[in-house]
């Protein structure tokens, strides 16, 4: 039986190698990189996965030097603005995980404007982490699911594993069924550790921009061989 997952998520690495492998700069490697996330948006959509998630920006991409920052920051916009027709033609959701609030101001305003224009969306959830990491994800939910038992005079022992995932960034996204780590690393970097859970991981040695339909649908195809047994 081949079972398609419901929601796959990447997390994208390589782009740098990809660029320094042809002596090009690290941004030409981001660049080639959002054109991989258009390809694999397109490919995902025709494929019926429902739900993609793609780790963009770390809580730890900051400490890259300046320049390269904001060459991902100015990527990410013209993404949006690229591709916010293209969206809505297919019926894609977009969504944001990660802290937006030391995003650029004209990218967070982009983004909650796509989420916003997209919000009835139906035909598959694209979410991006932005200034994602899981650490402090859970740290800010469990800040408000702290205050929200205190405000209704309750205490941590009410806390159950539901109430507190409704706090999470991906509160209403399944958890993956697939995590695809691309360019030969094998670790999850501080992606999804809570939604991990159960999640079937698949590494690819091809660096993120050389991800192509071909990989993604061997990924498909491993990931259909495999027997899930969450814990059972
Ligand atoms: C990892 O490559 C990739 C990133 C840090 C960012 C991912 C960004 C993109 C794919 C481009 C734009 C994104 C969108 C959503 C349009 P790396 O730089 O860590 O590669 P390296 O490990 O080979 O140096």
Redesign the pocket.
């Given at each position: 039986m081949n079972t398609l997952p419901k929601h796959v998520a990447f997390i994208?690495?390589?782009?740098?190698?990809?660029?320094?492998a042809r002596n090009l700069p690290?941004a030409l490697?981001?660049?080639a990189?959002?054109e991989?996330?258009?390809r694999a948006v397109k490919f995902a959509r025709l494929r019926g996965i429902q739900f993609l998630t793609?780790?963009?920006?770390?809580t730890e991409?900051w400490s890259?030097p300046g320049e390269?920052v904001d060459n991902?920051m100015e990527?990410?916009a013209s993404?949006?603005a690229s591709?916010l027709p293209g969206l809505l033609e297919n019926g894609i959701r977009l969504k944001v995980l990660g802290d937006r609030a030391a995003l650029p101001e004209s990218l967070g305003r982009r983004l909650s404007e796509a989420e916003g224009l997209t919000a009835g969306m139906t035909g598959m959830t694209l979410s991006?982490a932005?200034n994602y990491g899981s650490r402090d994800e859970i740290i800010r939910a469990a800040r408000r699911a702290t205050d929200c038992l205190a405000a209704s005079g309750r205490t941590g022992g009410q806390l159950t594993q539901d109430f507190f995932a409704s706090f999470l960034d991906t509160a209403g996204l399944p958890d993956p069924d697939l995590i695809i780590r691309t360019?030969g690393?094998m670790r999850l970097s501080n992606f999804l550790l809570w939604q991990a859970a159960y999640a079937e991981l698949f590494f690819s040695r091809r660096?993120?921009?050389d991800f192509g339909e071909d990989d993604f649908e061997e990924a498909l195809r491993e990931y259909g061989k495999r027997t899930r047994k969450f814990g059972a």
């Amino acid at each position: 039986m081949n079972t398609l997952p419901k929601h796959v998520a990447f997390i994208m690495d390589g782009n740098g190698r990809w660029a320094e492998a042809r002596n090009l700069p690290r941004a030409l490697g981001h660049r080639a990189g959002a054109e991989s996330v258009r390809r694999a948006v397109k490919f995902a959509r025709l494929r019926g996965i429902q739900f993609l998630t793609l780790y963009a920006f770390s809580t730890e991409n900051w400490s890259r030097p300046g320049e390269e920052v904001d060459n991902l920051m100015e990527l990410m916009a013209s993404f949006l603005a690229s591709e916010l027709p293209g969206l809505l033609e297919n019926g894609i959701r977009l969504k944001v995980l990660g802290d937006r609030a030391a995003l650029p101001e004209s990218l967070g305003r982009r983004l909650s404007e796509a989420e916003g224009l997209t919000a009835g969306m139906t035909g598959m959830t694209l979410s991006l982490a932005i200034n994602y990491g899981s650490r402090d994800e859970i740290i800010r939910a469990a800040r408000r699911a702290t205050d929200c038992l205190a405000a209704s005079g309750r205490t941590g022992g009410q806390l159950t594993q539901d109430f507190f995932a409704s706090f999470l960034d991906t509160a209403g996204l399944p958890d993956p069924d697939l995590i695809i780590r691309t360019a030969g690393e094998m670790r999850l970097s501080n992606f999804l550790l809570w939604q991990a859970a159960y999640a079937e991981l698949f590494f690819s040695r091809r660096p993120w921009p050389d991800f192509g339909e071909d990989d993604f649908e061997e990924a498909l195809r491993e990931y259909g061989k495999r027997t899930r047994k969450f814990g059972a």
